[in-house]
């Protein structure tokens, strides 16, 4: 039998809902295939942690996480700690100790949810959005002069490598060239920005070159989120720099019905590191502790690590149950239904059990 490591970070808010919901799903899937167990081990690392020892990850955390196969991440977010702290502390530092540069994010409107937008048709978004995940604006390059003073000066500098800029186009084209359409938007706002973004150009038209199959074109971001919710259905995948993609895969969610159910995979392609698996949205202040937070962008995540472990049935499994339940109208109130997180989780691990090859 196949044994999988797999580091369980749920972290805070409702990242200590979903992560064990998920975590549920996953056993039942292993017990259901007989092939492969996982051996999860829980790190209580976070805002909690935090408060009592003044770090948000052990010291060797990293070390300790490398004998892992993937981590399992909740989210990090909490009303008493600064942002900058939170997330630097845990999952950037993850992100970048272990060169997860490649951000994944699928998005598909699964049945039984509505997209916002009225005009969509079932399958009209079926997109990828690949984030460069390791430079550009979030490389923390900057600073701040004369504080406080009415000449202040603050400067947030993007960094983009050629090295930085060619893996994530590669990743982008592969992911495409893997896909029934094998179309691929390069995001940029190259009118603006004329350093990084003429060079993210640039070094897309080089790559291209080694994709012949695959179809690409440019587009600006503020067009690209236009063309989000008026053309949705000439999209596919889409590549864009660490910012541009955070915004546009928030816009993504969304347009797919909810934050709560868009997934994302943080990719070393090299597999030098262990790659992180974590549901898009964050902490949820407002619904954390009450038991209703939607599972599904979880189980999701979940079926994402499987595959990238080498379980993909076990993955095509939990998304036929994942998109049954959300069929059968078994959903959490964000996306109009009436169920908690443990009746979606239930539900899911129900059509686990009862599913046939
Ligand atoms: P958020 O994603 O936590 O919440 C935004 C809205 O979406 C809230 O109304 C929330 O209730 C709803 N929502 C999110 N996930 C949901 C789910 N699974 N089910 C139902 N509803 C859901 O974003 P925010 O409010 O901007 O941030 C809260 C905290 O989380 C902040 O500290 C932020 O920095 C952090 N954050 C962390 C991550 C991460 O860990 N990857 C990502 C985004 C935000
Ligand atoms: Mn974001």
Known sequence: MRTHRIAAIPADGIGKEVIPAGLRVLHALAERSGDFRLDVTDFPWGTDYYRETGRMMAEDGLETLKGFDAIFFGAVGDQQVPDDI?????????????????????????????????????????????RENSEGEYAGHGGRAHRGHPEEVATETAIFTRAGVTRIMKTAFEIAAKRPRKKLTVVTK?????????????????????????????????????RMVQKPA???????????????????????????????????????????FEPIHGSAFDIAGKGVANPVATFWTAAMMLEHIGEAPAAARLMAAVERVCADGVMTADVGGTADTEQVTGAVIAAIRGAND
């Open 86 to 130: 939170t997330l630097w502390g845990l999952r950037l530092r993850i992100c970048q100790g272990f060169d997860q540069y490649a951000n994944i994010r699928p998005t598909r409107v699964l049945p039984g949810l509505t997209s916002p937008l009225r005009t969509v048709q079932p399958g009209d978004i079926d997109w990828v959005i690949v």
């Open 190 to 226: 190259s009118n603006a920005q004329k350093h990084g973004m003429v060079f993210w150009d640039e070094v897309a038209a080089e790559v291209a070159r080694d994709y012949p199959g695959v179809t690409w074109e440019k587009e600006l971001v503020d067009a690209m989120a236009a």
């Open 234 to 276: 000439s999209i596919d995948t889409v590549v864009a720099t660490n910012l541009h993609a955070d915004i546009l895969s928030d816009l993504a969610g969304a347009l797919a019905g909810s934050l709560g159910v868009a997934p994302t995979a943080n990719l070393d392609p090299s597999r030098r590191f262990p790659s992180m």
